[in-house]
């Protein structure tokens, strides 16, 4: 993916549009490596009806919490659609489950994980859906590569903008851009 910021006036509703999808993967799929997954994921969320508008690079990130597994391949996409969250959270899930995605334990290696992070700033607080992302702030595989397509983002729950939730990231998060020095931890 190559990092494209995401412009507001191009927004689907009054202009001001921001849904968030983070992407990640760390176990080889049918479409190949994680990376290869993450591509091909993006193009499965453009054809049916969550168009990507701007999309970070992809980061390699320690899993959370820190254990053996494979590190995982992450991205973030911000994407323009008609759907409510509840219909983003089902087309994700179907979009996942065409991949090949077994849900098993929590935070267990995964073939993709799609999770819809914001839409605009909406709050959704329901069993099957809470938005913003409950733990998106805790989160360096989430904020690193928001932060390349909506810098200006603010959490409408805390108030606190990227920089800040990315300042009190914990010091275990590691992240890097693929291609970079964390690319080593890949597999």
Do not use: C
């Not at 995401?6 to 990640?24: C, E, M, Q, V």
């Not at 453009?46 to 597994?69: F, K, N």
């Not at 334990?105 to 909406?122: E, F, H, I």
């Not at 939730?165 to 964390?182: F, K, N, R, T, V």
């Amino acid at each position: 993916m190559k990092a494209v910021s995401f412009d507001p006036r191009h927004g689907d509703r009054d202009g001001t549009s921001l849904i968030i999808i983070a992407l990640g993967a760390n176990l080889p799929s049918r479409f190949g490596d994680p990376a290869q997954t993450l591509l091909a994921a993006r193009a499965a969320m453009d054809e049916s009806g969550l168009r990507v508008v701007a999309e970070s690079r992809i980061w390699l990130t320690a899993p959370v919490p820190l254990s053996d597994q494979p590190w995982y391949h992450n991205a973030v996409v911000a994407v323009e659609t008609g759907l409510a969250p509840l219909a983003i959270l089902e087309r994700l899930q179907e979009i996942e489950y065409d991949f090949g995605r077994v849900r098993t334990s929590r935070n267990a290696p995964r073939l993709l994980d799609l999770d819809l992070v914001a839409y605009d700033d909406v709050i959704v607080d329901r069993p099957a859906l809470i938005v913003p992302h409950p733990r998106m702030h805790e989160r360096a595989f989430v904020l690193r590569p928001m932060a390349e397509i909506a810098p200006d983002w603010r959490h409408p729950v805390s108030g606190l903008t990227m920089d800040q939730m990315i300042a009190a990231l914990p010091d275990d998060q590691q992240a890097s851009p693929a291609g970079e020095a964390g690319e080593r931890h890949a597999g």
